[in-house]
């Protein structure tokens, strides 16, 4: 681990590696982020506004508890399991395919630090890029749950917009960046090793993808249990 | 000049190399020849570094290759030019990005040097104007040529050949031995070729070491391979009825 981030041989080379990484990571996965955080976010709208029908509960509370929900964890977390699917299957068996075709030992050949060269521009770009599409996640949430009372009657769009901003506690948002933060380095660094201790073959690289997206899920939903009891 | 020293490799279990020891010399075409798993490949891995030997050591030009930290070893490795098996080019680049791929990391060139390197070495390959091609638009045996060229780019003093013929015609073969011998004489690198083709042994062996059960069996020229009494050496180059009806011609 600790030669992926050695001092690089020249920074130029590796800082363009790092920005194809973030377009890869970041803008390649904005389009499944956007759409499943606008369904989600509408969905917990509608189920928690069904599950506080009451007349003793002010219907703001709805916009309050979806707010809490995504940016504690709906964004956060299922972004995150998301992202390992989308962003660290495609680690894996990228890295995964330069070892078993070679382009691994041809890199070491010439005197380049494999890990840095290879692993650290991603993990550069996960811890910097899942924290923005989280944000981005986050917002379009909000603005799915915002659609569905606009759609449906059981909430107006007025009492939501009011939830939304009653009784905010900044503690979450920290929480989320944290999670955000760790899910990226969590993604990046597992596939990135499943993929570059690959041996074998096509079935071995597929393997490996599939063990780093599994192996990934598990540590996120683990962080995400440690990082919010410590947190909270 | 590489000198092997008393080198031994296991995998678990499985002595793979046993007590090798050989020298390779400069402006020579050094060949490592024998049957599969007989060591070839572990051989020029440990030579090149991608494998710790077990046992024994690698010298380059008298230093100490084994023994290195990964700092020191850079400064050989960027004398060190490889060709593998299966060309290992960067899918994601172009083929004059994949040459001027170590000049981006190693040199303080100009763009327009490392430009004229790349078209200089596409040239000696005989790939002018291939510079924007991806490696999947490639053929076979245009895949090894770009694969030397990028090997030769930063002018290296030691050059290692994994399978240089597999997957080709014979005529390509040919000529990718060809141009191997030339580089190697032109520019007097060391030169180390794993091969099995026995066109390669006869046509450009001008120093052959044949492993056999993970020992060296045998070490000769092109030349003295056709006289050799040893059996096991036989047994394996004149092991086709053209080969031997070639051999009692001789």
Known sequence: MWLSFRKPEKFKVYWAEVMREMVSQGIGSLGIIAIISVFIGAV?????????????????????????????????????????GRIGSSIASQIGTMR?????????????????????????????????L???????????????????????????LSGLTDGFNTIIVTVCAVK??????IITSICAYQGFYTSGGALEVGQAATRGVVYSCIMILFADLIISKVLL | MIEVQDINKTFGENEVLRGITASFKPGKNNLIIGGSGSGKTTLLKCIVGLHEPTKGDVLYDGHNFTDMHFTERVHIRKEIGMLFQNSALFDSMTVEQNIMFPLNLFTEMSKEEKLDRAN??????????????????????????????????????????????????????????????ELTEEYSITTVVVTHDMNSVMGIGDHIIFLYNGQKW?????????????KELNEFVFASKFMKAAREKL
């Open chain 2, 218 to 230: 045998w070490e000769g020229t092109n030349h003295e391979i056709a006289h050799s009494d040893n």
């Open chain 1, 134 to 160: 989280v944000i981005t996640s986050v917002l379009l949430g909000l603005g799915g749950g915002y659609l569905a009372c606009a759609a449906s009657n059981t909430v107006s769009t007025a009492d939501y």
């Open chain 1, 180 to 185: 955000a933060v760790a899910f990226g380095f």
């Open chain 1, 100 to 132: 078993v075709t070679e382009q691994i030992d041809a890199l070491e050949i010439m005197g380049v630090n494999t890990p840095g060269y290879i692993v650290s521009p991603k993990i550069i770009a996960g811890v910097s890029m899942v924290p923005l």
């Open chain 1, 44 to 84: 917990a709208t509608i189920q928690t506004a069904f599950q506080l029908v009451s007349d003793l509960v002010p219907r703001s509370v709805v916009g309050g508890i979806t707010r809490d929900s995504t940016i504690l964890e709906f964004s956060p977390t299922i972004s995150a399991l998301v992202l390992a």
């Open chain 2, 120 to 181: 200089f070495c596409l040239k000696r390959v005989n790939l002018e104007g291939k510079n924007k091609l991806f490696p999947s638009e490639l053929s076979g045996g245009m895949k090894k040529r770009v694969g030397i060229a990028r090997a030769i780019s930063m002018q290296p003093k030691y050059l290692f050949v994994d399978e240089p013929n597999s997957g080709l015609d014979p005529l390509t073969s040919i000529l990718i031995d060809e141009l191997i011998a």
